[in-house]
Each structure stands twice: as C-alpha cells, then as structure tokens.
C-alpha cells in the first residue's frame, strides 16, 4: 500500500497491521517483513506508538536474523512519523553482528 501511496484510510492500514501483531502471525513475521511495516508505515504517515512498539519487539526477537537494511528500515520509519526508535535495535544489533562492545546513540 506504501508503494502506491494509499493513505486514503490510516485505520485499515493500522487494522491489517494489528492482524499480524495481534495474532499468531506474530510467530511467523521475519524480521525484514516487521521492518518493511514500519518503513510502510513512515511512508503513508501513519503514527502508532503501539504498532511501531509492537513490530520493534518481533525484530529485537529475532535480532540474529536482521540485517543492516532492516535496521535502517526501522530507524527511518521511526523517524520520519517522530517516533523515538528503541535504542536497544541499533546497539544490540550492533553488538551481535558487527563485534561492537559498546554503542550510545545522542538522541535529542
């Protein structure tokens, strides 16, 4: 819906993301297809602290398989609606798979 710029009913983009994480969805949801929501959902302007939460939690569940593109994904959707990414997405991430013992991010 993004990619077409469908922004006619922020409800039901929100409703059909809330399938996914309020269902056993949840369990099969990678976490390049969390970070493509909220990349969508920056696109079309759509802010929900509870959905942003919601899809960070499936891609810090499953940390090991994301990869930078997904956590530039996420960083860029929370950003573009003014929501504050979880600093925990970048730092572990950052931790696990490039080696690094420590990161902080200054945030304003």
């Not at 077409?4 to 059909?16: E, G």
């Not at 996914?20 to 759509?46: D, F, H, M, P, W």
């Amino acid at each position: 819906l993004s990619k077409v710029d469908y922004a006619d009913d922020p409800q039901l983009i929100c409703t059909l993301v809330r399938v996914i994480t309020n269902s056993n969805l949840k369990q099969k949801c990678t976490s390049q297809e969390a970070a493509n929501c909220i990349y969508a959902l920056g696109r079309l302007g759509v802010r929900d602290q509870e959905l942003f939460s919601a899809l960070s939690s499936i891609i810090k569940n499953q940390i090991h398989d994301a990869n930078s593109q997904a956590i530039a994904n996420s960083l860029w959707g929370h950003d573009v609606v003014g929501l504050p990414a979880p600093p925990e997405l970048l730092s572990v991430w950052a931790r696990d798979t490039l080696g690094m013992d420590t990161y902080s991010a200054k945030y304003d």
